[in-house]
Protein backbone atom coordinates (compact mmCIF):
# COMPACT_ATOMS: atom_id res chain seq x y z
CA UNK A 1 0.00 0.00 0.00
CA UNK A 2 1.49 3.30 -1.02
CA UNK A 3 1.23 6.62 0.69
CA UNK A 4 1.88 9.93 -1.12
CA UNK A 5 3.27 12.03 0.97
CA UNK A 6 2.60 16.13 0.86
CA UNK A 7 4.31 19.09 1.67
CA UNK A 8 5.59 18.33 5.31
CA UNK A 9 5.82 20.48 8.18
CA UNK A 10 9.17 20.61 9.70
CA UNK A 11 12.71 20.39 8.96
CA UNK A 12 14.36 16.74 9.65
CA UNK A 13 15.12 16.39 12.97
CA UNK A 14 17.43 14.01 11.84
CA UNK A 15 19.73 16.26 9.78
CA UNK A 16 20.32 17.90 13.65
CA UNK A 17 18.78 21.16 12.43
CA UNK A 18 17.29 24.11 15.00
CA UNK A 19 13.35 23.10 15.22
CA UNK A 20 10.44 24.91 16.13
CA UNK A 21 9.40 23.84 20.22
CA UNK A 22 5.77 23.21 19.53
CA UNK A 23 6.83 20.83 16.12
CA UNK A 24 5.23 17.54 15.69
CA UNK A 25 7.28 14.92 14.78
CA UNK A 26 6.69 11.81 12.50
CA UNK A 27 7.67 8.39 12.64
CA UNK A 28 8.01 6.27 8.41
CA UNK A 29 8.01 3.39 7.21
CA UNK A 30 9.87 3.29 3.51
CA UNK A 31 10.11 0.57 1.00
CA UNK A 32 13.34 0.23 -0.48
CA UNK A 33 14.22 -1.41 -4.22
CA UNK A 34 14.69 -4.47 -2.35
CA UNK A 35 10.98 -4.56 -0.79
CA UNK A 36 12.51 -4.23 3.01
CA UNK A 37 11.39 -1.69 5.70
CA UNK A 38 13.20 1.09 6.99
CA UNK A 39 11.83 2.92 9.66
CA UNK A 40 12.51 6.56 11.08
CA UNK A 41 11.42 9.53 13.03
CA UNK A 42 11.79 12.90 11.65
CA UNK A 43 9.70 16.35 11.50
CA UNK A 44 9.98 16.85 7.61
CA UNK A 45 8.75 13.22 5.77
CA UNK A 46 8.63 14.32 2.34
CA UNK A 47 11.97 16.29 2.87
CA UNK A 48 13.34 13.16 4.85
CA UNK A 49 12.58 10.82 1.81
CA UNK A 50 14.18 13.35 -0.14
CA UNK A 51 17.56 12.76 2.11
CA UNK A 52 17.20 9.03 1.78
CA UNK A 53 16.96 9.28 -2.49
CA UNK A 54 19.92 11.78 -2.08
CA UNK A 55 22.00 8.77 -0.59
CA UNK A 56 22.76 11.34 2.44
CA UNK A 57 20.07 9.92 4.55
CA UNK A 58 20.86 6.06 6.55
CA UNK A 59 23.18 3.82 5.51
CA UNK A 60 20.67 1.10 5.60
CA UNK A 61 18.91 2.20 2.79
CA UNK A 62 21.84 4.27 0.50
CA UNK A 63 21.92 0.85 -1.08
CA UNK A 64 18.54 0.43 -1.56
CA UNK A 65 17.47 3.37 -3.11
CA UNK A 66 15.39 4.50 -4.83
CA UNK A 67 12.85 4.50 -1.44
CA UNK A 68 9.38 5.71 -0.90
CA UNK A 69 7.06 6.45 1.92
CA UNK A 70 4.19 3.75 2.72
CA UNK A 71 3.03 4.65 6.07
CA UNK A 72 3.50 7.42 8.85
CA UNK A 73 2.23 9.02 12.28
CA UNK A 74 2.30 11.64 14.00
CA UNK A 75 3.36 12.76 17.57
CA UNK A 76 3.53 15.89 19.96
CA UNK A 77 6.70 14.88 21.06
CA UNK A 78 10.02 13.62 19.96
CA UNK A 79 10.10 11.09 22.75
CA UNK A 80 6.93 9.88 21.70
CA UNK A 81 8.11 8.97 18.49
CA UNK A 82 11.64 7.62 19.67
CA UNK A 83 9.42 5.12 21.68
CA UNK A 84 7.09 4.61 18.61
CA UNK A 85 10.28 3.99 15.73
CA UNK A 86 12.02 1.73 18.69
CA UNK A 87 8.81 -0.48 18.71
CA UNK A 88 8.04 -0.43 15.23
CA UNK A 89 11.89 -1.44 14.49
CA UNK A 90 11.09 -4.48 16.58
CA UNK A 91 8.28 -6.02 15.02
CA UNK A 92 8.42 -8.33 11.69
CA UNK A 93 8.32 -7.83 8.58
CA UNK A 94 4.98 -9.31 8.44
CA UNK A 95 4.01 -7.26 11.49
CA UNK A 96 5.08 -4.17 9.78
CA UNK A 97 3.16 -5.21 6.67
CA UNK A 98 -0.46 -5.41 8.73
CA UNK A 99 0.47 -1.72 9.73
CA UNK A 100 0.52 -0.28 6.51
CA UNK A 101 -2.34 -2.44 4.94
CA UNK A 102 -4.46 -1.76 7.60
CA UNK A 103 -3.77 1.94 7.44
CA UNK A 104 -4.34 2.60 11.02
CA UNK A 105 -3.08 6.63 10.89
CA UNK A 106 -2.77 6.90 6.82
CA UNK A 107 -3.08 10.57 6.26
CA UNK A 108 -1.83 13.25 4.14
CA UNK A 109 -0.18 17.11 4.77
CA UNK A 110 -2.40 18.56 1.78
CA UNK A 111 -0.17 21.60 -0.05
CA UNK A 112 -1.85 25.31 -0.01
CA UNK A 113 -3.60 24.93 -3.29
CA UNK A 114 -4.47 21.03 -2.10
CA UNK A 115 -6.20 22.91 0.76
CA UNK A 116 -7.84 25.60 -1.69
CA UNK A 117 -9.07 23.13 -3.68
CA UNK A 118 -10.48 21.02 -0.75
CA UNK A 119 -12.43 24.21 0.71
CA UNK A 120 -13.49 25.19 -2.73
CA UNK A 121 -15.33 21.49 -2.72
CA UNK A 122 -17.31 22.30 0.08
CA UNK A 123 -18.25 26.49 0.17
CA UNK A 124 -19.53 28.00 -3.22
CA UNK A 125 -20.00 31.57 -1.79
CA UNK A 126 -17.40 34.25 -2.71
CA UNK A 127 -17.65 35.26 0.86
CA UNK A 128 -16.16 32.41 2.29
CA UNK A 129 -13.72 31.74 -0.27
CA UNK A 130 -11.82 35.31 0.24
CA UNK A 131 -12.28 34.79 3.69
CA UNK A 132 -10.41 31.59 3.58
CA UNK A 133 -7.92 33.32 1.53
CA UNK A 134 -7.18 36.35 3.75
CA UNK A 135 -6.71 33.94 6.80
CA UNK A 136 -4.58 31.73 4.63
CA UNK A 137 -2.51 34.45 3.72
CA UNK A 138 -2.68 36.33 7.16
CA UNK A 139 -1.57 33.24 8.74
CA UNK A 140 1.59 32.69 6.39
CA UNK A 141 2.75 36.33 7.16
CA UNK A 142 2.45 35.51 10.92
CA UNK A 143 4.08 32.36 10.55
CA UNK A 144 7.01 34.51 8.78
CA UNK A 145 7.95 36.14 12.80
CA UNK A 146 6.72 32.86 14.77
CA UNK A 147 7.39 30.02 12.91
CA UNK A 148 8.93 30.60 9.50
CA UNK A 149 9.99 27.30 8.16
CA UNK A 150 6.37 25.94 8.77
CA UNK A 151 4.73 28.90 6.79
CA UNK A 152 2.78 26.68 4.57
CA UNK A 153 1.43 24.76 7.14
CA UNK A 154 0.16 27.95 8.94
CA UNK A 155 -1.26 29.12 5.57
CA UNK A 156 -2.83 25.36 4.81
CA UNK A 157 -5.02 25.50 8.63
CA UNK A 158 -5.87 28.88 7.43
CA UNK A 159 -7.61 27.76 4.15
CA UNK A 160 -9.26 24.77 5.80
CA UNK A 161 -10.26 26.23 9.44
CA UNK A 162 -14.38 26.94 7.64
CA UNK A 163 -14.52 24.01 5.05
CA UNK A 164 -17.63 23.09 6.77
CA UNK A 165 -19.08 26.39 7.66
CA UNK A 166 -21.29 26.99 4.97
CA UNK A 167 -22.73 23.36 4.65
CA UNK A 168 -22.65 22.57 8.35
CA UNK A 169 -23.33 26.00 10.27
CA UNK A 170 -24.48 24.26 13.19
CA UNK A 171 -22.10 21.69 12.90
CA UNK A 172 -19.26 24.41 12.42
CA UNK A 173 -15.57 23.07 13.90
CA UNK A 174 -17.32 19.51 14.33
CA UNK A 175 -18.38 18.22 10.90
CA UNK A 176 -14.99 19.48 9.88
CA UNK A 177 -13.53 16.20 11.78
CA UNK A 178 -15.94 14.23 9.91
CA UNK A 179 -14.91 15.77 6.06
CA UNK A 180 -11.12 15.94 6.18
CA UNK A 181 -10.96 12.97 7.62
CA UNK A 182 -12.97 11.51 4.66
CA UNK A 183 -10.79 13.65 2.75
CA UNK A 184 -7.45 11.65 4.00
CA UNK A 185 -6.33 14.93 5.49
CA UNK A 186 -3.68 14.64 8.53
CA UNK A 187 -5.07 14.28 12.12
CA UNK A 188 -2.50 17.13 13.34
CA UNK A 189 -3.84 19.44 10.72
CA UNK A 190 -7.54 18.56 11.60
CA UNK A 191 -6.87 19.14 15.32
CA UNK A 192 -5.34 22.85 14.25
CA UNK A 193 -8.51 23.62 12.37
CA UNK A 194 -11.00 22.25 14.79
CA UNK A 195 -9.08 24.17 17.38
CA UNK A 196 -10.15 27.63 16.21
CA UNK A 197 -13.81 27.06 17.42
CA UNK A 198 -12.57 26.52 21.19
CA UNK A 199 -15.01 27.69 23.72
CA UNK A 200 -17.56 29.07 21.00
CA UNK A 201 -18.71 25.93 19.34
CA UNK A 202 -18.34 21.99 19.58
CA UNK A 203 -14.69 21.87 19.18
CA UNK A 204 -13.01 19.62 21.72
CA UNK A 205 -9.59 20.67 20.82
CA UNK A 206 -7.81 24.28 23.13
CA UNK A 207 -5.33 25.98 21.19
CA UNK A 208 -1.86 25.12 22.27
CA UNK A 209 0.90 25.79 19.25
CA UNK A 210 1.14 29.39 18.58
CA UNK A 211 0.19 28.60 15.42
CA UNK A 212 -3.12 27.49 16.65
CA UNK A 213 -3.14 30.46 19.17
CA UNK A 214 -2.52 32.30 16.22
CA UNK A 215 -5.52 31.09 14.10
CA UNK A 216 -7.56 31.76 16.88
CA UNK A 217 -6.87 35.27 17.07
CA UNK A 218 -6.96 36.40 13.50
CA UNK A 219 -9.95 34.01 12.39
CA UNK A 220 -12.34 36.93 13.74
CA UNK A 221 -10.00 39.83 13.70
CA UNK A 222 -9.96 39.43 10.12
CA UNK A 223 -13.47 39.91 9.78
CA UNK A 224 -13.75 42.66 11.22
CA UNK A 225 -10.75 44.58 10.19
CA UNK A 226 -12.66 43.74 6.37
CA UNK A 227 -15.86 45.34 7.55
CA UNK A 228 -14.06 48.30 8.81
CA UNK A 229 -12.67 48.42 5.11
CA UNK A 230 -15.35 48.19 3.43
CA UNK A 231 -17.50 51.03 5.24
CA UNK A 232 -14.16 53.51 3.83
CA UNK A 233 -14.61 55.08 0.85
CA UNK A 234 -11.39 53.13 -0.36
CA UNK A 235 -13.30 50.23 0.49
CA UNK A 236 -9.81 48.97 1.30
CA UNK A 237 -7.08 48.09 3.89
CA UNK A 238 -4.48 49.75 1.98
CA UNK A 239 -5.46 53.33 4.05
CA UNK A 240 -6.45 51.99 6.91
CA UNK A 241 -5.48 52.68 10.63
CA UNK A 242 -5.50 51.14 13.63
CA UNK A 243 -7.35 54.30 15.05
CA UNK A 244 -10.55 52.88 13.04
CA UNK A 245 -10.37 49.97 13.67
CA UNK A 246 -10.18 49.92 17.65
CA UNK A 247 -13.25 52.56 17.01
CA UNK A 248 -15.23 49.97 15.63
CA UNK A 249 -14.24 47.32 17.79
CA UNK A 250 -15.35 49.38 21.14
CA UNK A 251 -18.77 49.74 18.68
CA UNK A 252 -20.85 46.17 19.25
CA UNK A 253 -23.35 47.02 16.68
CA UNK A 254 -21.11 47.03 14.49
CA UNK A 255 -20.60 43.78 12.80
CA UNK A 256 -21.55 42.12 15.53
CA UNK A 257 -20.77 38.58 14.09
CA UNK A 258 -16.93 39.28 14.78
CA UNK A 259 -16.62 37.96 18.45
CA UNK A 260 -14.32 40.60 20.21
CA UNK A 261 -14.19 38.42 23.33
CA UNK A 262 -12.43 35.86 20.93
CA UNK A 263 -10.01 38.57 19.66
CA UNK A 264 -9.24 39.61 23.31
CA UNK A 265 -8.59 35.95 24.20
CA UNK A 266 -6.67 35.44 20.97
CA UNK A 267 -3.98 37.90 21.89
CA UNK A 268 -3.99 36.85 25.57
CA UNK A 269 -3.06 33.40 24.40
CA UNK A 270 -0.32 34.65 21.55
CA UNK A 271 1.15 36.67 24.68
CA UNK A 272 0.66 40.08 22.65
CA UNK A 273 -1.25 43.20 23.37
CA UNK A 274 -4.16 43.76 21.48
CA UNK A 275 -3.08 46.85 19.66
CA UNK A 276 -0.39 44.82 18.15
CA UNK A 277 -2.23 42.16 17.15
CA UNK A 278 -4.90 44.40 15.58
CA UNK A 279 -1.59 46.17 13.87
CA UNK A 280 0.09 43.16 12.72
CA UNK A 281 -2.99 41.68 11.10
CA UNK A 282 -3.79 45.08 9.36
CA UNK A 283 -0.46 45.29 8.06
CA UNK A 284 -0.70 41.11 7.07
CA UNK A 285 -4.12 41.72 5.36
CA UNK A 286 -2.43 44.71 3.46
CA UNK A 287 -0.23 42.10 1.79
CA UNK A 288 -2.72 39.55 1.11
CA UNK A 289 -4.57 42.67 -0.64
CA UNK A 290 -1.47 43.14 -2.97
CA UNK A 291 -0.76 39.61 -3.87
CA UNK A 292 -4.55 39.30 -4.94
Not at 51 to 67: D, L
Request: hydrophobic letters at 35%.
Amino acid sequence: MTCKVWAAIWQSVECGEDRALESKYYVYILRCSDNSLYTGYTYDVERRVAVHNAGQGAKYTRSRRPVECVYFESFEGKSEAMRRESAIKKMSKKEKTNIIQKEIIMSKIPTVDEARALMSKYNEESFHRRHAETVSGVMRCFAEEYDPQNANYWAVVGMLHDVDYERFPAEHCVKCREILRDEGVDEGVIDSVVSHGWSMSGADVEPKHIMEKTLFAVDELTGLIGAVALVRPSKSVMDLELSSVKKKFKTPAFAVGCSREAIIKGAEMMGIELDELIEKTIIAMRRVEEET
